[in-house]
């Protein structure tokens, strides 16, 4: 596999899984990682669609995950959308999963997915700290489309009770909520990631299913370090290497 400049190849240390990254761009982090485990549910021979794919992370991870899963990654960022197409081919998945370039607001998905997964951008646009390296930018705040936009998209590219797995931050869990509903997603998990125990949490994981009936279930603590740094014994199972 031909790299471009300043890219490498990473091993996921999943049955040889492996992703083209560019550290000047955007690596995937743990957050991705937590998420691909959250989404469990996933039953086998499902269509999903990933929704920001990135590097196309996730749909990697769900390939192996997800017995005989055809997967749809969309990315907006053309130049990042190639290097997620050529990890697909690293791996030898070009079978399974699809890499587009597209923004997620034009997207014509109508009744065709069995689950929706996405780790979007976290931050409003102009709010917190921005980078001048533009696709960093892009992939951690909302220029090209917002949390609304996903969401939207989401619940018209699902099928009826298929559901949307997504990871945020705490602070975007009202707007989560509010437009889960505006668009007949009803919040069904919830689950709050912490650092450490009695820390603050740093991250949540919602699925949302689409017509489903009112009733929310607050999963227990997600931990990701034990006091001495190591990671939990969860995080561990989460990353297969116990």
């Not at 196309?56 to 990315?75: M, P, W, Y």
């Amino acid at each position: 596999m031909e790299l471009k400049n300043n890219e490498r190849i990473d091993d996921l240390q999943l049955k040889n899984l492996k992703i083209i990254q560019k550290p000047d761009w955007f690596c995937f982090g743990i957050d991705s990682i937590l998420l691909s485990g959250f989404a469990k549910e996933i039953h086998k021979n499902s269509r999903i669609l990933d929704l920001g794919t990135g590097t196309g992370i996730l749909a990697i991870l769900l390939s192996e995950k997800v017995e005989n899963s055809k997967i749809i990654g969309i990315e907006v960022q053309e130049e990042v959308a190639d290097m997620a197409r050529r990890s697909v081919k690293l791996n030898k998945l070009e079978e399974r999963i699809e890499i587009i370039n597209s923004n997620v607001k034009d997207l014509n998905y109508n009744l065709e997915f069995d689950a929706v997964i996405t780790n979007p951008p976290y931050k409003e646009k102009n709010t917190g700290l921005t980078n001048d390296n533009n696709i960093k930018l892009i992939s951690r705040h909302e220029i090209k489309a917002n949390l609304e936009d996903f969401i939207k998209t989401s619940s018209k590219a699902l099928k009826d009770k298929g559901s949307l797995y997504m990871v945020n931050k705490p602070e975007r869990l009202v707007d989560i909520f509010e437009y889960c509903r505006k668009y007949k997603l009803e919040p069904k998990v919830l689950r709050m990631v912490y650092s450490k125990i009695n820390s603050k949490p740093t991250m949540i994981l919602v699925k949302a299913t689409k017509n489903a009936n009112r009733y929310l279930k607050v999963d227990t603590p997600l931990y990701i370090y034990e006091e001495n740094g190591n990671y939990t014994e969860e995080v561990l199972r989460i990353y297969n290497k116990i």
